[in-house]
């Protein structure tokens, strides 16, 4: 098969210059006759002059020659694939009577031209020169003396690949590693002498394919695991001598990178897998092909994954029969010297390499029978690759066994038309090039492939390797991501704190003050300078007074109290007219004298706080902290919203912006807040002025991404998606609504990729306690083996036993195997019930329902059905029915409550849920049933402030006031607000506990002093001490705030109208 690769007629020269060589060893001890040969791709290129030198020395060739690379011969994909080979051949003296010249090969040195498809025109290496076996260089190698190596240099005239081919095209590498638990009867001693081959078919350009053959397949005994890392081999390795077989640079490396991929990922493959590579029967191929695919091919492998993401590997074993006695001569002696069987087929999934910027896929894949109606199903494919590449034309007298590298045509595969293959396939193979009917793989019942079921019975699996230097799908950068993410939300600078109105008249005014008293200052230093010299004894009162009448003379005659005076008028007017906001005249003079007095103190005050900064030693400032913080308020927002008070919740929201609008964190719950509210448009103003603020808040990131979506601007939803698994590529809720937003755009190779990535990031964040877990077990397993050693029960057991503890709890067991029976069904019990209360969706759905996503979650929840962890368990129907609690759809939460208690009753959420479901329809006594339930559990529930305050409030209704007293102060203690001391000073009250109902009264008021039911107890408490005064304010404040319990207001009413006093309007 020629391969185009868009040289056209052109034709570019690749010179090859052999300088010198070092370390050359021959036969003779002071000099040798040695010369050079060059080959490539099956050529021999030339061969240097014969050269003699000394042992030891630097031998100079300088030989050069070169070949041609076009399209015609020698193409890029060879360039790839096949080495520059260098062979030293040392001429021995002639004897006597000796015709010709005895020569003997002194090694092998491979040069590897992939730089040149790199865009490189020249480049030098010093390769190392193999001893072949049987050579002086050989046994002085053993010696450890300094390796052979030759100096080779390379030049082409210009780029093979300009600098557009160079971005389109790509570089397929291949790699063939082991096939792991063949079959038993494979064995190197019995039969005649085997081959081992397996091929695959991969596309070089547009038009063209390339079949590519491993057949130096080598079979091993069990014992031991294959090194790690070990050497990659050149296709060509059969033909090389030791050492020059391996790829300079590239080795396989430990088996758990990468290998995510394939069929066998599970934890009990996984053990599988160490037994089989340990003591199991393998074949070792270790061969990596390379292959340059142009522009064309690159797009037709996109294309053809698209199309079946299966691509098929079929591995066979080709047993090679000696020669018959008296063996014909021709074509027939070919067909009896080789026979296939085995025939078997591994699918891989190169899905994988379609995920933006993913370079490679590696996996175990299982080998499974061939069948050809099989490989049409899985791969839409209708023809054997090994069958059609081994069957020679008809013009062909004979084939051979083929390595990877003499693989180019079928006529160099191995057999010719005729060759036995009826063991894998019911029907006879038509002419080269004819494919049959579809028709033919689904009517035909195909035989059993006897041989190829042995593969399946062994649980035979084959390790692949395949990558790429580009990726076929890129990845746009975080840099691009980032500015994308900036325009749709661009960033704003932080807001600077500028001071209102009022407080700029007030600053004004202290600056003008520290103003006045530095020049005062000034003055009396001019003065009475001397006194303030060091160790000067201090004034009495009299010196004290006399200096304060002469520095106000002074300060008369000069003219400068009057300036000062007029310097302060004007921040004197301004803190008038903004900060007690008077701008008209005074009708009366009692008003006048009264708001004079109060200016006045006013203006004390700050003059007073102005000199302490300007005079003070210690300039620190005690700057009084806000009563609550923004935690609290979070909080109380929070609580505001159980109880359906939006508009309370709305100010704590808006409070803690006022407190500091540069957190996203403080838009982000806003936002959220909104999302409850169904108001769309102003929560996404607030998760955009989150990200504005801080361009990496992940949260908010994913909830645009939400709403974009819902929204239908797609573009900007993967936008924010990917912007968001850049900022964090830990994230397992990142990635998993990345995964559901491309499932609702039916991109089902993205959507895996998340989901994959998902489930990676989530198995590393679990792998510390994973490695304690396994530590737990080996500690079991101790125990065990020596319980079993000894024969005693776990109740029995000798004080000196290692491993004691571990089975201290176990009693009246029979035997070791018994114990192990039992932990190990509880262990994977216990792992599959962790496994599903953590898989990615539920992870996902928790954050959703945490920021009233619904519309997502419920997608989540969907996924987390379909999932093999997942399905029905007591997690999900508990996110579900949340979901139907935030819907309003009680009926439907009730029965997910329902199937979520079926696995087990004491799940305190699950319970605490079901209260806030009876108290939501007014069921008090059903959920104060479940509440004191909930509350009764070993393990407290993920939030108990809310059952506090319901079962709280359950208890006043109901009269049970101690009950209502230790609610509201385990509350008060866990979580204290304003609704939880106001509970506690209402229960204290009815109990007439009055100094301990005030003091939580004052507790409340202190957290929220605009709560009319606060101020209304404390009326009636002050009514109760006989607190006039205090008792009217109180009930001014609660007729201000606007009471709206009708009861607790008439209850006030008659208890004033029962002492006397407590209502202004008496």
């Known amino acids: 098969m020629e391969i185009g690769q868009g040289f056209g007629d052109k034709a570019v020269s690749v010179k090859i210059n052999v300088v010198r060589g070092h370390n050359l060893k021959g036969s003779r001890t002071e000099s040798f006759l040695s010369f050079v040969r060059v080959e490539f791709n099956g050529v021999v290129l030339g061969d240097s002059p014969k050269i003699d030198a000394i042992v030891d020395s630097a031998v100079d060739y300088s030989f050069t020659c070169s070949f041609e690379c076009s399209d015609a011969a020698h193409n890029l994909d060879d360039l790839a694939h096949k080495p520059v080979i260098l062979t030293v051949t040392e001429i021995l003296p002639k004897e006597k009577k000796q015709k010709e010249e005895k020569t003997i090969v002194l090694g092998h040195a491979v040069v590897d031209l992939l730089p040149l498809l790199h865009g490189q025109c020249s480049f030098t290496c010093s390769t190392v020169l193999y001893p072949a076996p049987g050579s002086p260089g050989e046994t002085a190698a053993l010696d450890g003396s300094c390796k052979p190596v030759l100096d080779v240099s390379i030049v082409v005239p210009e780029p093979l690949l300009s600098d557009s081919q160079l971005l389109e095209s790509n570089l397929l590498k291949v790699t063939v590693e082991t096939a792991y638990s063949v079959p038993e009867v494979w064995s190197p001693a019995a039969g005649p002498v085997s081959g081992y081959v397996a091929a695959l078919q991969m596309p070089l350009t547009a038009e063209k394919e390339q079949i590519l053959m491993y057949s130096n397949g080598m079979l091993k005994m069990g014992g031991e695991r294959e090194p790690v890392p070990r050497p990659k081999k050149w296709p060509q390795g059969a033909t090389l001598t030791l050492g020059s077989q391996y790829i300079t640079g590239r080795s396989i490396e430990k088996e758990s990178v990468g290998m995510e991929d394939g069929d066998l990922t599970s934890v009990e493959d996984k053990q599988f897998c160490v037994e089989a590579e340990t003591n199991r029967k393998r074949v070792s191929w270790d061969t990596e092909r390379r292959c340059f695919l142009d522009a064309g091919g690159a797009a037709w492998f996109n294309r053809r994954i698209v199309e079946s993401r299966l691509w098929p590997i079929e591995i066979m074993r080709v047993a090679q029969i000696g020669a018959a006695k008296g063996a014909k001569a021709g074509k027939e002696k070919v067909e009896d010297e080789t026979q296939i069987s085995f025939h078997g087929v591994a699918y891989m999934d190169l899905a994988p390499l379609l995920y933006p910027g993913a370079t490679c896929v590696r996996g175990a894949y299982k080998i499974y029978p061939f069948y050809d109606s099989e490989l049409m199903l899985k791969t839409k494919r209708n023809q054997s690759v090994l069958r059609e590449s081994m069957r020679p034309p008809v013009t062909q007298g004979k084939g051979r066994l083929s390595s990877v590298g003499s693989c180019k045509a079928a006529p160099s595969k191995i057999f010719e038309k005729g060759g036995k293959d009826t063991k894998e396939s019911p029907r006879k193979a038509g002419p080269p090039g004819k494919v049959a009917p579809d028709e033919n793989f689904v009517d035909v019942e195909p035989q059993i492939n006897t041989e190829g079921q042995m593969y399946a019975d062994s649980k035979s699996y084959i390790v692949i390797d395949i990558a790429l230097d580009r990726p076929l799908v890129p990845k746009r950068p975080k840099e691009e991501l980032t500015k994308r993410v900036m325009q749709l939300i661009p960033p704003r600078p932080p807001l600077l704190h500028r001071p209102t109105g009022a407080e700029r008249a007030v600053q004004e005014f202290q600056g003008q003050v520290a103003n006045v008293a530095a020049q005062v200052l000034d003055q009396y230093q001019q003065l009475f300078g001397a006194a303030f010299e060091p160790g000067a004894s201090s004034l009495d009162p009299n010196s004290q007074e006399q200096r304060k009448t002469q520095l106000l003379g002074e300060l008369n005659y000069s003219g400068k109290y009057f300036a000062f005076k007029e310097q302060l008028k004007y921040s004197v007017v301004r803190i008038v007219r903004e900060k007690m906001l008077r701008t008209e005249a005074f009708a009366d003079e009692d008003q006048l004298q009264a708001f004079l007095s109060q200016l006045y103190v006013f203006l004390v005050d700050e003059m007073h706080m102005a000199l302490n900064k300007t005079l003070s030693v210690d300039n620190l400032e005690n700057q009084p902290q806000p009563q609550l913080e923004c935690s609290q308020l979070r909080h109380f927002a929070r609580e505001a919203e159980l109880n359906q008070d939006y508009q309370l919740a709305t100010q704590y929201y808006q409070e803690r912006l006022a407190r500091d609008r540069n957190d996203p964190s403080h838009w982000f719950d806003y936002g959220c807040f909104y999302m409850l509210r169904g108001d769309c448009q102003k929560a996404e103003e607030c998760f955009h002025q989150a990200v504005s603020i801080n361009q990496a808040h992940l949260s908010s990131l994913l909830m645009c991404g939400i709403l974009a979506e819902m929204d239908g601007r797609y573009v900007d939803a993967v936008t924010f998606f990917e912007g968001a698994t850049c900022v964090n590529p830990r994230s397992v809720v990142a990635w998993t609504l990345f995964g559901l937003f491309y499932q609702a755009q039916d991109n089902s ?25 396994r530590q737990t077990e080996k500690l079991k397993k101790q125990a065990e ?31 070791g195997a018994d114990i192990k029976e039992v932990e190990v069904s509880s262990v994977a019990v216990e792992h599959k019930k962790k496994n599903r209360a953590s898989s990615i969706y539920m992870k996902t759905v928790e954050f959703l329902l945490q920021n009233n996503a619904l519309q997502m979650a419920q997608r989540a929840l ?71 339930r909930t509350l009764d559990f070993v393990t407290d529930a993920s939030d108990t402030h809310p059952i506090y305050l319901r079962l709280g409030s359950i208890y006043l209704r109901e009269g049970q006031f101690e009950k209502a007293k230790a609610t509201y102060l385990r509350a008060c203690k866990s979580s204290p607000s304003c609704l939880t001391w106001l509970g506690l000073g209402i229960a204290c009250y009815r109990l007439g506990e009055m100094t301990e109902a005030e003091d939580a009264l004052t507790e409340a008021n202190t957290l929220n002093s605009a709560n009319a039911e606060v101020w209304g107890y404390l009326a009636l408490i002050c009514l109760q001490m006989g607190r006039k005064l205090e008792a009217e304010q109180s009930y001014k404040y609660t007729m201000k705030l606007g009471l709206q319990n009708e009861p607790l207001l008439q209850e006030i009413k008659e208890m004033q109208k029962h002492v006397g006093f407590g209502n202004p309007c008496f």
């Open 749 to 773: 190779i993205q959507t895996e990729m998340a989901f994959l990535e998902a489930s990676k990031q989530q198995r590393a964040g679990l792998a510390p306690s994973q490695v304690g877990d």
């Open 785 to 815: 083996d020596i319980v079993q050693e000894e024969g005693v029960c776990g109740d029995s057991a000798d004080e000196n036993m290692e491993g004691e503890n571990a089975e201290s709890d176990i009693k009246g067991c029979q035997s």
């Open 862 to 932: 969907a996924q987390e059905l379909l999932c093999p962890e997942g399905g029905l368990s007591s997690c999900y129907h508990l996110a579900l029915a949340k979901l139907h609690t935030l819907r309003g759809e009680y009926s439907s939460a009730e029965t997910s409550l329902g199937a979520a208690l079926s696995d087990s009753y004491e799940k305190p959420d699950v319970w605490a849920l079901w209260g806030h479901l009876h108290y939501l329809r007014d069921e008090c006594r059903d959920a104060q049933k479940c509440y004191e």
